[in-house]
């Protein structure tokens, strides 16, 4: 039997398998689809692609729906489809997200010669065979037997380990340990309506501000550290400095970084080895950077998730850099992200730590928003308990980009005095799990990554002044 031929054991359930491409690709997902025939007939799979949407069924419902059941994510790759806002923006990045928390497996198929390996996509195993665009083959069947051959193989691993994660970092080909995680529904669009008043007159503004910090002073000193308490006001526009009465003094001192006693049982290879760190005193935001007060310094707030101000601005670590700029350069001050030290250190509560698996309690529910309890969306800063610092949601909500880049092994050759992270790389570190994320993605020690252009609405930031 020829090694190529398509036989495998018949699938009790077949594996979805989701087609995204151009219109001007549709000859090409088409052959594509006469390829992968006879995975189809024979039940081991089942295709699908936005031509099989049926009357009455909305558009773009249906290709959420079935993009965020798909075991496997076929992306026809082209000048056209990468130039297209739907496919890049959407298909593609909610594809990577899954991909990236092991529930599906993403495949570029490059049908058209295009600059693919200069998207996030290009750390991905690529097909028909060694990425060759379909149009550069002599025979254009045997680009379809390769993609056809190259989709069975990943079919049957899903079918031997259903549970099998596919991740990992630039570079790295192979498949990461079994996932540990949980899987949710993506992007379940309810949404959180918070009645948001915007004062046109400074002065009026500057006395709700006095007014609300007389009462938190003075009238109500519990209330804004208690679960279910407030947030940050609103910042007045041309505020110089919307987060000076949020910056929290984190004392310096040494601490043991990693996988330490609560976190073991959980733990992952790149956390360890555990080791101690020294830093010296620095500053840090008590609450995540809101979308309220982006829009305050940038002008601007395309988010995913709209109509909450106070709800975290989620963002790519690159834009971040272009924020830091313009905030220090209105404030005279050197803002910057928290290094992964610090940003360790500070969520286990620095000096005042009480040791706990998340930040500021054992009991996630308490300190968290998650994939159990987050109702598919980031939530309002500050409306969790605080950490021992009076630190909000450094566990859960959203991912936090820290200034390091990131490298699997860094724990074991990193400097004890104040680390800055490896000195090159291609992804950056983010810290403390998102609202998308299960449990162990919120644990102190957890460490993540992503490419520095990358954002997904799933990661954002806090501030801190060394």
């Not at 950077?289 to 305050?296: I, S």
């Not at 300190?367 to 409306?383: E, F, I, L, R």
Request: net charge neutral; glycine share 8%.
């Amino acid at each position: 039997m020829h090694p190529n031929t398509l036989t495998m054991a018949h699938a009790a359930t077949p594996i979805r398998v989701f087609m995204a491409y151009s219109r001007r690709d549709a000859d090409y997902l088409n052959e594509i689809r006469t390829a992968l025939n006879p995975l189809e007939r024979r039940g081991d799979i089942k295709l699908w692609y936005d031509g099989v949407i049926v009357a009455g069924q909305t558009w773009d419902e249906a290709i959420k729906e079935n993009l965020h059941q798909a075991d496997i994510v076929l992306l026809l790759l082209s000048n056209d489809s990468l130039a297209s806002d739907y496919f890049y923006e959407q298909e593609v990045a909610n594809a990577l997200v899954r991909h990236h928390k092991g529930e599906c497996k993403v495949v570029p198929i490059i049908v058209r010669d295009c600059l693919w390996e200069e998207t996030q996509l290009a750390d991905l195993q690529a097909l028909p065979q060694d990425a060759k665009p379909i149009v550069a083959w002599t025979n254009p069947n045997a680009a379809y037997l390769s993609i056809a051959v190259g989709v069975k193989k990943i079919v049957e691993e899903i079918q031997h380990n259903p549970k099998q994660q596919y991740d990992g970092e630039a570079g790295q080909e192979n498949i990461i340990q079994e996932s540990k995680q949980s899987t949710q529904q993506w992007l379940k669009r309810g949404s959180v309506l918070l009645l948001c008043f915007f004062f046109a007159v400074w002065g009026v503004s500057k006395f709700i501000d006095n007014t609300l910090a007389t009462v938190k002073s003075r009238i109500i000193p519990g209330f804004w550290g208690r679960q279910g308490g407030g947030f940050p006001p609103l910042p007045p526009i041309g505020e110089p400095d919307p987060f000076a009465d949020q910056m929290v003094l984190v004392q310096g001192g040494t601490f043991t970084m990693g996988c330490t006693a609560e976190q073991v049982g959980n733990c992952w290879d790149w956390e360890k080895p555990i080791h101690q760190v020294t830093l010296s005193s620095f500053y840090i935001s008590q609450y995540e950077v809101t979308q309220a007060q982006w829009r305050a310094i940038m002008g601007n707030n395309l988010n995913y998730f709209k109509g909450c101000q106070q709800c975290p601005k989620s963002e790519s670590w690159d834009k971040i850099q272009t924020f830091l700029e313009k905030l220090n350069a209105q404030t005279g001050k050197n803002y910057c992200l928290p290094t992964e030290a610090e940003w360790e250190y500070a969520a286990r509560g620095g000096n005042k730590s009480k040791g706990y698996k998340y930040a500021g309690s054992n009991d996630i529910d308490k300190v968290a928003w998650y994939d159990g309890n987050s109702n598919g969306k980031t939530h309002p800063v500050g409306q969790k308990q605080a950490n021992e610092l009076g630190l909000y949601d450094m566990s859960g909500n959203v991912y936090e980009w820290c200034g390091d880049w990131y490298r699997n092994d860094y724990y074991a050759n990193n400097s004890a005095n104040n680390p800055k992270g490896p000195s090159m790389g291609s992804n950056r570190v983010m810290r403390g799990g998102a609202w998308y994320f299960n449990t162990e993605h919120c644990r102190l020690s957890y460490r993540f990554f992503c490419r520095p252009y990358e954002n997904f609405g799933i990661i954002g930031f806090r501030l801190a002044v060394r």
